[in-house]
């Protein structure tokens, strides 16, 4: 498969606990994005890196949200001290240009 | 910051008849507009999109018009068939703002 990749697709954790997520891109795409998405809802805007550059953050991005892309491939996202808010669907994106983001299928949050 | 509105939140169509959602924008910089398909737990996934300097693009049985002037877009669908049935989300994105925004969705079900 040649799609963007999510690892791990779901994960429970307990209010309080650090949680890491990864993103692998599609080969070859320099732009990488990641969204939030809960119930009923459109994805929200994160973070984007182009290469391994953080170039946008959301307001979203609170000080407990940090992500990383150290070699301009894969990247991370981590969330410390997770609160029961922060459960929902986390989403990554990439693309070759400034336009066609193709997603992957999400790691799932569950907070307790 | 950009806000996108969709309408209608639900759509419900008897096979073989057309559907059409539109969106609105408020920022007159945006000026790249995707739709996304997301079936239930899956990922969304670009159907067609249209960039500012285009009014109407259509691939087979999807089309989506632009009128910068009014800042609005539609997706138009026509002879609906049952697995078009899915939440259809409209986004905007401008050359200052790599990031996606997503209207609300609109959930389309097409009835056998």
């Known amino acids: 498969d040649t799609g963007v990749s999510q690892d791990p697709r779901h994960k429970i954790t307990k209010r309080g606990q650090n949680v890491t997520f990864r993103c692998d891109p599609i080969?070859?795409?320099?732009?990488l994005y990641w969204y939030r998405q809960t119930l009923g809802q459109g994805p929200e805007f994160l973070t984007y890196?182009?290469?391994?550059?953080?170039?946008?953050k959301s307001r979203l991005l609170s000080d407990r949200f940090s992500a990383e892309r150290p070699k301009g491939s894969f990247s991370t996202l981590e969330i410390q001290r997770t609160e029961q808010g922060d459960s929902a669907m986390y989403l990554c994106?990439?693309?070759?240009?400034?336009?066609?983001?193709?997603f992957g299928p999400g790691t799932r949050l569950t907070v307790l | 910051g950009e806000n996108v509105e969709q309408h209608p939140s639900t759509l419900s169509v008897q096979e073989g008849d057309s559907a059409v959602i539109k969106c609105t924008y408020s920022d007159s910089a945006s000026n790249y507009f995707p739709w996304y398909k997301q079936e239930l737990g899956k990922r969304p996934q670009l159907i067609i999109d249209i960039r500012s300097n285009v009014g109407e693009k259509k691939d087979q049985r999807i089309a989506v018009t632009l009128n910068k002037t009014a800042k609005h877009f539609s997706l138009h669908i026509t002879e609906t068939q049952p697995e078009d049935s899915a939440v259809y989300f409209c986004?905007?994105?401008?050359?200052?703002?790599?990031?996606?925004?997503f209207g609300s969705g609109t959930r389309l079900q097409v009835q056998p």
């Open positions: 994106a990439s693309s070759l240009d400034a336009t066609k983001q193709f």
């Open positions: 890196f182009q290469n391994e550059a953080q170039l946008e």
């Open positions: 986004a905007a994105s401008g050359t200052g703002r790599r990031a996606l925004t």
């Open positions: 080969s070859e795409h320099n732009r």
